[in-house]
């Protein structure tokens, strides 16, 4: 009996601490699982992100205004590569509308995606923005520049692309500065050094063309 009830007790400790031991094991996983969500990084700016932090005024009115400020651009580059004989004019019109047309869809998913508007122009519309894009051109200097061909086209289009350059420089750099959405300002950023980079390359050859 003695020898029985000493196994019995043996036995019984011997769970028990199996047992706890497993109750600290399992706790254990539980514990860092836990952590390392803790521990993932959150708040990361998304294309199309609906959290009220990752964007702000700025960059919805940056969305907002260089979407028709790009389908400006590419209604200019399309002139250009239908009415110029310019080797270097076609070159940077093509560069122009290569670069802008992706954006626009970018900034469109954004806007979506924070709920806001997404302007849409098209045909006319482009030449009577002036209220909502700076340096576009109007409906009466689109018209002339639809007209216009041989160097005087060449001369125009480099004159109106730079204006309209310059204007979407000022807007990224205002983005910059009071935006907070960083896909936003990152491609701000991307639009300060590609276009500045072609402002000078055009005027470099207005000066030429003026010769």
Do not use: Y
């Not at 390392?36 to 294309?47: C, D, F, I, L």
């Not at 122009?96 to 806001?116: H, N, R, Y």
């Not at 482009?126 to 216009?148: D, F």
């Not at 730079?162 to 990152?186: D, N, Y």
């Amino acid at each position: 009996m003695r020898r029985t009830t000493r196994a019995a007790a043996a036995t019984a400790a011997l769970a028990t601490v199996l047992a706890v031991s497993a109750c600290g094991q399992s706790s254990q996983p539980a514990g860092g699982a836990a952590a390392g969500k803790a521990g993932a990084p959150t708040g990361s700016v998304q294309a199309g992100a609906t959290d009220t932090q990752a964007f702000n005024d700025a960059d919805v009115t940056f969305a907002t205004q260089m979407i028709p400020h790009h389908a400006s651009a590419i209604q200019m580059a399309d002139m250009a590569l239908s009415q110029t004989s310019n080797a270097e004019v076609k070159r940077l019109a093509t560069s122009i509308k290569d670069a802008q047309s992706p954006e626009i869809e970018t900034m469109s998913a954004w806007l979506k995606g924070w709920g806001k508007p997404v302007p849409a122009m098209t045909g006319q519309d482009m030449g009577s923005m002036g209220s909502m894009a700076s340096g576009s051109m109007s409906s009466q200097e689109m018209a002339a520049l639809g007209k216009a061909g041989g160097g005087a086209f060449d001369t125009l289009w480099l004159e109106s692309m730079i204006k309209h350059h310059r204007s979407a420089v000022t807007m990224a750099q205002t983005e910059l500065a009071s935006g907070r959405s960083a896909e936003a300002k990152q491609l701000a950023q991307q639009i300060v050094d590609s276009q500045s980079k072609e402002i000078t390359e055009m005027t470099s050859l207005l000066a030429t063309l003026k010769k």
